[in-house]
């Protein structure tokens, strides 16, 4: 990988963890314990409400997931080890890098399974 694609996928990384940190704040609210007043739960039900806010923690444990791959492709990109198959040490395409910025593994190793 050269200069250009580690300075390009480090930007990429970069925007992507911008987007999920305000993402994280756009929806605390969404997060906070369901109150049981009925003003604030509006026209759902509880039910309705304890479900959204599942929904959200659940989305929310998804984008902490998502961040901590990020936070360790970055590092990975200063080590100079981004772009490289953690498994064979192989390149990674550029392609599927574009796809998955975070993936560790180049397509053989992966089995081609979606990672
Ligand atoms: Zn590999």
Redesign the pocket.
């Known amino acids: 990988m050269n200069e250009t694609d580690r300075a390009r996928f480090k930007k990429l990384l970069e925007m992507r963890r911008e987007e999920l940190s305000a993402l994280s704040s756009g929806s605390a609210d969404a997060r906070k314990p369901v109150e049981l007043d009925q003003q604030s739960v509006g026209r759902l039900s509880r039910q309705d409400a304890l479900q959204q806010q599942a929904m959200a923690k659940a989305q929310e444990t998804r984008r902490i997931a998502e961040a901590h791959k990020i936070e360790a492709a970055l590092t990975r990109i200063k080590e100079g080890e981004f772009g490289y198959?953690?498994?064979?040490?192989?390149a990674?395409a550029a392609k599927r890098l574009e796809i998955n910025l975070t993936t560790e593994?180049?397509i053989?190793?992966?089995g081609g399974a979606q990672q």
């Open positions: 198959c953690a498994d064979c040490g192989e990674i593994l180049c053989q190793c992966a």
